[in-house]
């Protein structure tokens, strides 16, 4: 069974920056990949950023050259630093694991203010 625990969501103006975490645990066999994902009231949830055990990134068009994201595999931990955020970045962002399953973490509110 694996769990994953996000940190770092909150309320921050637009220009601002804002660091999530996501820790993975449990009985982990192999990480393919890791990443986020977001969903807005109304819409649909979409893929922001991912990497893949072979540090391949993957990122929405929306958040290129404004977010990156990184990993720590010694910790099973994925980090996406978020810069210039527009009002548009607010919603629930789920942190993603895929393995021979899927997983998603609980969600971390980032609000940005215009």
């Known amino acids: 069974q694996v769990q994953l625990v996000e940190s770092g969501g909150g309320l921050v103006q637009a220009g601002g920056s804002l660091r999530l975490s996501c820790a993975a645990s449990?009985?982990?066999?192999?990480?393919?990949?890791m990443g986020w994902y977001r969903q807005a009231p109304g819409k649909q949830r979409e893929l922001v950023a991912l990497?893949?055990?072979?540090?391949?990134?993957n990122f929405a068009d929306s958040v290129k050259g404004r977010f990156t994201i990184s990993r720590d595999n010694a910790k099973n931990t994925v980090y996406l630093q978020m810069n210039s955020l527009k009002p548009e970045d607010t919603a629930v962002y789920y942190c993603?694991?895929?393995?021979?399953?899927?997983?998603w973490g609980q969600g971390t509110q980032v609000t940005v203010s215009s």
């Open positions: 990497i893949t055990s072979g540090d391949s990134t």
């Open positions: 449990g009985s982990i066999f192999r990480i393919n990949a």
């Open positions: 993603y694991l895929r393995s021979v399953f899927v997983v």
